[in-house]
């Protein structure tokens, strides 16, 4: 059974930290795309960034980018968002997701194979 399990989240004042922990069983870890995605009543669900063996990083939130950074450990069939100098806007349920593949110039929204269950971020300014 493929399970997806986000961890990390909690309440940060502006400028601080977090780093969220994104943990896949049942699949093959280092062959697996996971993207990293977010979501608010606001502005629906966004797609942060993905990471895969064949096109490594990418990052498709402008907001984030320079701020938020992907590393796995295959070790530990885990994929971590670093995530610096945050602010109210980026308070939302952060969820991880196994895709088809990581597009270079869209996030795969409409590709996620399985979701987690998503962890909440709060940052208060």
């Known amino acids: 059974e493929v399970q997806v399990e986000e961890s990390g989240g909690g309440l940060v004042q502006a400028g601080g930290s977090l780093r969220l922990s994104c943990t896949a069983s049942?699949?093959?870890?280092?062959?697996?795309?996971i993207g990293w995605f977010r979501q608010t009543p606001e502005r629906g669900r966004e797609g942060i960034s993905c990471?895969?063996?064949?096109?490594?990083?990418?990052y498709y939130l402008n907001s984030v980018k320079g701020r938020f950074s992907m590393s796995s450990d295959n070790a530990k069939n885990t994929v971590y968002l670093q995530m610096n100098d945050l602010s109210p806007e980026d308070t939302a349920m952060y969820y991880c997701?196994?895709?088809?593949?990581?597009?270079?110039?869209?996030?795969?929204?409409?590709?996620?194979?399985?979701w987690g269950k998503g962890t909440l971020v709060t940052v208060s300014s």
């Open positions: 997701a196994i895709v088809r593949g990581c597009p270079r110039s869209f996030a795969p929204l409409g590709s996620v194979r399985h």
């Open positions: 990471t895969s063996h064949s096109v490594g990083n990418l």
């Open positions: 049942g699949v093959t870890f280092d062959d697996t795309p």
